[in-house]
């Protein structure tokens, strides 16, 4: 007998149809012997929804006012989840996440959780009840509503499993798991049994979109095991978890990410002295644009360029900044390039591995696909490439790693 943390996001109780089924999962949990507190999010479409109709009204809405509004759509789908329920004959309540007292910041749209009462939900949990909370939503210390931000069903799921020690935190998703890969570039990509918190974050950092990231952040720092399945079909889905040094078998490579929202600017010709990369760096930083990849070269003359990427709709804000220092520093040109793509492949093996990326760079060049950049950290190997080649890259880089193998080697 177990306690389990169930997160059933807006696809998996879209209809009511959906709701009953997710109700008769959930009870056959009940039914084994296991204590279960279930976390939903708003009917899909439902925040959209919401969200449109306060737009309607005005285009930028208190944002205290925005969060009564939009917590209201995990508040219709946690009573018919705890209604679906006695329907079957299983007890249950349902809760709003001020009422489990999920106690937040008042940073509203984007509140961070400060504190939970697991109280309440335990008295209910030893009563014989399955608990259902409203996802996304808590309460700052003045009693006024906040929420999450996008995705923040994930989150709540995880805080609570942190806050009650459950034996596991199980996401149900329209996926049945975390993949190597796009399946959708990849036809064959593979699902995998288990993933590190750390490997996962860099994989959804890339573009993964399963899981929210601050829930990932959030079950590694606690180290709530975190299961990612479908609701639609049974299957053991991915568990991502701490590493284990022993047993855990550790392929080089578990992944490959990648994104297409990304741009890249150059500046050239400034001077090779110090200071420059902050003056430069240092305004695209204080506008709140984040760059990601940065590249350096210095040329024979002693000046040197700088190469970095930014997300896609930034690329304007940045040039802007860009041209701006350009004209300060005497530089020569600023460049633009919106079509680049990025991606990276993921593994905590690479660690202990060699050659890696020489590897890659050998897979990419034999499909003479042209390399812009280059980073790496311990466990990551970023490229920046034309987006033209990305999908061609990612297959080429699959196939090289060995990723749709069912039998791992090293
Ligand atoms: N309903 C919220 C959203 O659409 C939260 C969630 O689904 O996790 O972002
Ligand atoms: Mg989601």
Redesign the pocket.
Known sequence: MSLIVQKY??TSVGTIERIQAVAEKVQAFRNRGDSVVVVV??MSG???RLIGLAREIEAEPSAREMDVL?ST??QVTIALLTIALHKLGCDARSYTGGQVRILTDDAHSKARIQEIDAHRMQQDLSAGRVVVVA??QGVDDNGNIT??????????AVALAAALKADECQIYTDVDGVYTTDPRVVANARRLDRITFEEMLEMASQGSKVL?IRSVEFAGKYKVPLRVLSSFEDGPGTLITLEDDDDMEKPVVSGIAFNRDEAKLTIRGIPDVPGIASKVLGAVGRANIEVDVIVQNVAHDNTASLTFTVHRNELVKARDILERIAAELGATQVDTNASIAKLALVGVGMRSHAGVAAKMFEALAQENINIQMISTSEIKITVVIDEKYLELAVRALHSAFELEESDREE
Request: hydrophobic content about 15%; cysteine-free; overall charge negative.
């Open positions: 996001g807006g999010s708003a439902e925040t959209n939009v759509g995990e996802g996304f929420t999450l931000g996008r995705g923040g069903s994930d989150t709540t929210q």
